[in-house]
């Protein structure tokens, strides 16, 4: 860090499942209306160290990141700074461990966490409808993390209805490297539409092998012909007595739900030493 540094702070932005998805409808400014339930994984996370400075700076432990507003966490500074007319100057450190283009939500989680950092860190009290409207700006999954509890999201997935879901059991989540476009996924999509009441369902569900052949998610179908070893991924979680299983977002990641720690663990070792591996526990 540059001696001009004043003053630091920490932030986890952590990452999401989502237990179903749907596409509903398309919209008339381009986007989709979807029905979710986002699941958030709070010991998966990336974390950001913001610090004032004279200039504005932006370094991470991945190369893939650039520091220009194709990273969301430059354009949620950007969209701070055209809100607030301030300078902001800060640098910033992102430490990643969510995979990129995995369904997982990383880089939405990252801009919220940093629309949090720099509202915290310059005093600058934006009211949260406002920073929601910068926050669906950024991305339609944004939103979600400025909430970050369990929640039923619709429309873009910005309307969230918070739901009394807790998965007491352990949860392995995979990716085999390989990531998705968003957009491209959105593309080649059909929608349709569901009459699942999500609130219902997962506000009083304790025996998740019941969501197996009641929840979906419409990407998946797409994708696992494009990319057998996301398809190979659920196909091996059930193989080793998941409860429910099912890809996250517009993948790659897929995600098991597992009775107990030995099951998961048993899993979890049978996938390539290559994949990103994971057991959250909360």
């Not at 950007?78 to 800060?90: A, F, G, P, Q, R």
């Not at 450190?93 to 995995?102: D, E, R, S, T, V």
């Not at 966490?113 to 509202?119: R, Y």
């Not at 998740?208 to 979906?216: Q, T």
Request: charged share 20%; glycine share 6%; net charge positive.
């Amino acid at each position: 860090w540059s001696s001009d540094v004043c003053s630091s702070d920490l932030i986890k932005a952590n990452a999401k499942i989502n237990i179903g998805l749907y596409v509903t409808s398309k919209r008339d400014d381009g986007f989709h209306n979807i029905e979710t339930v986002f699941y958030p994984i709070y010991d998966l996370y990336d974390t950001l160290t913001i610090k004032k400075n004279v200039k504005t700076g932006f370094t991470s432990n991945n190369t893939q990141l650039k520091s220009d507003s194709s990273n969301l966490v430059i354009a949620a500074l950007n969209e701070l700074k055209k809100l607030t007319n301030k300078d902001l100057s800060v640098q910033i450190f992102l430490n990643k461990k969510i995979p990129i283009g995995a369904g997982l939500g990383g880089g939405s989680s990252d801009a919220a966490a940093t629309l949090i950092g720099l509202n915290k860190l310059f005093a600058l009290s934006i009211p949260n409808p406002e920073l929601n409207k910068i926050a669906l700006e950024l991305g339609s999954d944004v939103p979600f993390f400025l909430l970050n509890k369990p929640a039923v999201g619709t429309s873009r997935g910005e309307i969230l209805n918070e739901i009394n879901l807790h998965i007491p059991q352990p949860i392995l989540i995979v990716n085999p490297g390989v990531s998705i476009s968003t957009k491209n996924a959105f593309k080649n999509i059909t929608p349709v539409s569901t009459n699942i009441n999500f609130q219902n369902l997962f506000n009083k569900i304790t025996d998740f092998s019941l969501l197996k052949d009641e929840i979906k998610n419409v990407f998946e179908t797409n994708i696992f012909e494009k990319y057998p070893a996301v398809k190979n991924i659920k196909e091996k979680m059930y193989r080793y007595n998941a409860l429910f299983s099912l890809m996250s977002g517009t993948g790659s990641t897929v995600f098991g739900i597992f009775e107990n720690q030995s099951d998961v663990i048993k899993c979890r070792d049978n996938f390539s030493e290559k994949y990103f591996k994971y057991i959250s526990n909360i």
